[in-house]
């Protein structure tokens, strides 16, 4: 039977510079603030995750409640618009129906279909 023997060991192959330490982001500082504030340590406990979750759910609904809020604003908003143009609209029409309406202008408006006014007042009929 063969004997087990030691194989050489490769060289290492040396690093053209060494790496240079990561820059700590805004998220690396806000875990550090909530493990150090939370006093997690290295592990999350489970009363602390139903906390993050249901404080998520509170975030969740409350955007929720906000977009349907603005919409219901813009909902009115759009009510109030269209009920001022018809009324607008409204009043524009009873002023014009007005001043057409008029003994005047119904008079002019007569006289082209060659009507006149009558000028002598109705005489009265009685009868015994």
Known sequence: MATNTFRDRPEPVAEAAPKRPRKTGIFDRLN????????????????????IIWLGILGIFYIYVQHSYESFIKKIDRARNDMEEKRA????????YMFASKQSEIAKKLTDDGLEENITPPTKIVVK
Do not use: M, V
């Not at 550090?32 to 906390?51: I, K, M, Q």
């Not at 609209?89 to 014009?96: F, L, N, T, V």
């Open 89 to 96: 609209a409204y009043i524009s029409q009873k002023s014009k």
């Open 32 to 51: 550090t603030w909530l493990t150090n504030r939370l006093e997690l340590g290295d592990e999350l406990p489970t009363e602390t995750l139903r906390r």
